[in-house]
């Protein structure tokens, strides 16, 4: 199997990779959100590009957004003109793209969503969603730090901070619904004073640490939407001398494991990319064996502290 290179009409060139020719052969096309912003899309995408060549039976097309809702509403045109066999979804905008995955259930091609899911009215024209569960890596981030915050008895007087993921982002969303629906049910004395966003942006995450420092006197801990954002946070406590502060994530970056490793970085949640990749692209050969698939289609993503990270090995994103 070898890759050469695809130019699509409407969207910058794609990464086309060619099996050998089978009764059984399907073409399944990707559009990522944004592979440039964070080595764990990196990771991914190398990850997912790994298993479509080992499969014979998948001729795979890739394609990545760059973060712009608009190329990647028109790269899904692309694929959908293209009649490819199943199309994965990374989305840009859980909501913008409801509209062009409707055009595709339409035209009969089933819509496998990956990682981060759409908003709920587009359910009815996807097949599955294939990803972590947000939602509980965030109620599992809280409970992290209210454990920790029993241990060393400041439950019932901490003020915490949030540097949430990039707005209108599923995974934003729902990662800061499971942790501010869980920590009042664990921790209900715990104070959550502000939440600002980091785009998934480990500077503008230090920028965001930097006013709450100074806005703040009293910051107990902060808990961001990965390691990412949250290892730019640290970066701003250490820079201001304020020591003590408890940072945890919702997905563990190999940062945010040095940092654990380091007594700095208390603890977060370990999502593996390569899993992520190779059950999206399992689940649309699925979809297309007529096998039967679970509509979210979750893989596990287990808490891991200074405590138990020697259990995990180091993160390759």
Do not use: H
């Not at 969503?113 to 009215?121: D, F, L, M, P």
């Amino acid at each position: 199997m070898n890759i050469r290179s695809m130019l699509a009409a409407t969207t910058a060139a794609g990464i086309a990779l060619a099996g050998a020719a089978t009764a059984q052969e399907y073409t399944i096309g990707i559009t990522q959100n944004n592979v440039g912003v964070d080595s764990y899309q990196t990771t991914y995408e190398k990850a997912f590009i790994a298993a479509a060549e080992a499969n014979p039976d998948v001729q795979a097309v890739v394609l990545d957004a760059g973060g712009d809702v608009a190329r990647q509403i028109a790269q899904m045109e692309d694929l959908i003109q293209q009649e490819v066999d199943a199309i994965i979804i990374w989305p840009t905008n859980g909501e913008a793209v409801i509209p062009v995955v409707r055009q595709a259930s339409q035209a009969d091609i089933p819509v496998i969503v990956t990682n981060s899911n759409i908003a709920e009215q587009g359910f009815d024209f996807i097949a599955s969603f294939s990803g972590p569960d947000n939602i509980t890596q965030g109620s599992r981030s809280a409970e992290i730090m209210c454990d920790k915050f029993k241990e060393l008895g400041i439950e019932d007087e901490a003020q915490i901070v949030q540097i949430s993921g990039q707005p209108g982002y599923t995974t934003a969303i729902e990662r800061a619904q499971g942790f501010e629906e869980r920590l009042p049910e664990v921790c209900p004395n715990v104070t959550l004073v502000e939440t600002q966003p980091g785009d998934w942006n480990r500077e503008k995450s230090q920028q965001v640490m930097e006013a709450f420092l100074v806005k703040y006197d009293d910051i107990d801990g902060v808990y961001s939407g990965d390691d990412n954002m949250g290892v730019g946070a640290l970066n701003a406590a250490k820079a201001a001398g304020r020591d003590g502060i408890i940072f945890v994530g919702a997905t563990n970056f190999a940062v945010g494991y040095e940092a654990m490793a380091a007594g700095d970085y208390w603890g977060s949640i370990y999502q593996s990319p390569v899993d992520d990749a190779e059950a999206a692209l399992q689940t649309a050969i699925d979809v297309l064996n007529d096998e039967e698939v679970p509509f979210l289609n979750y893989f596990d993503t287990p808490k891991i502290t200074q405590d138990n990270m020697d259990e995990f090995e180091k993160p390759v994103f």
